[in-house]
């Protein structure tokens, strides 16, 4: 059994589906561990893994951003429901490249309880829901999130950050600037 626990570990859904379907065969029994929580991800049972609690955010957080769209939502909802102990990583997801696992991790953070400070870490929070209210109340905090987004491949995210950054009173390039200074 412990070679097709470690296929478990690889990113290859199909060799993971018949690794699945060898160890039910086998009349394996998941335990609490992240081979179970990837064993329970590949059959779509999000229910069962925030039973395994920490050990299932990894593989949980990998599925948010490489999963198709109802993986993505059944990561959210099991990530939500394990709480605290998936808050920091949820947390590092905020700043990913694609908007889709920034708005996820998002609304994840939301279904946990997360209440956003009122600091850059909100921002960030509020940046990934596309709450431009928001971001324009936080005002200065919300500049290194607001100039992230000058980046991305969205065309309406961009213009709706640099809105935002008028509206605080920002130039791109003092935004430039004071973001480069909080690195």
Same mark, same amino acid.
């Given at each position: 059994?412990?070679?097709?626990l470690s296929a478990?570990?690889?990113?290859d859904?199909r060799l ?5 379907d ?14 179970? =929580?990837?064993y &329970?991800?590949?059959?779509n049972? $999000?229910?069962? /893994?925030?039973g395994?609690?920490s050990l +299932? @955010?990894?593989? !949980?957080?990998?599925t948010?951003?490489?999963g198709?769209l109802?993986?993505r939502?059944?990561?959210?909802r099991?990530?939500?429901h394990?709480g605290k102990a ?6 590092e997801l905020?700043?990913d ?7 996820a991790?998002a ?9 956003p400070?009122e600091?850059?870490t909100g =921002?960030w929070? &509020?940046?990934?829901?596309q709450? $431009?209210?928001? /971001?324009?109340?936080?005002g200065?905090? +919300? @500049?290194r999130p !607001?100039?992230f ?7 309406e ?17 003092e935004?430039e ?5 909080r690195?």
């Amino acid at each position: 059994i412990k070679p097709l626990l470690s296929a478990l570990l690889m990113f290859d859904q199909r060799l993971r589906q018949r690794t699945v379907d060898l160890l039910d065969r086998l009349h394996w029994h998941p335990d609490l561990s992240r081979h179970a =929580a990837i064993y &329970w991800i590949v059959k779509n049972r $999000w229910e069962m /893994c925030p039973g395994i609690g920490s050990l +299932a @955010v990894d593989p !949980l957080v990998e599925t948010l951003k490489k999963g198709g769209l109802l993986d993505r939502r059944g990561a959210a909802r099991a990530l939500g429901h394990i709480g605290k102990a998936a808050v920091p990583a949820l947390l590092e997801l905020l700043q990913d490249a694609d908007d889709r696992v920034r708005q996820a991790a998002a609304e994840t953070l939301e279904i946990a309880g997360w209440q956003p400070p009122e600091d850059e870490t909100g =921002a960030w929070f &509020w940046a990934a829901l596309q709450d $431009w209210n928001q /971001c324009t109340q936080l005002g200065i905090t +919300a @500049v290194r999130p !607001l100039f992230f987004l000058l980046q991305d491949t969205s065309e309406e995210i961009r213009q709706s950050a640099t809105w935002v950054l008028g509206k605080i009173g920002m130039t791109l390039d003092e935004a430039e600037t004071l973001s480069a200074e909080r690195f």
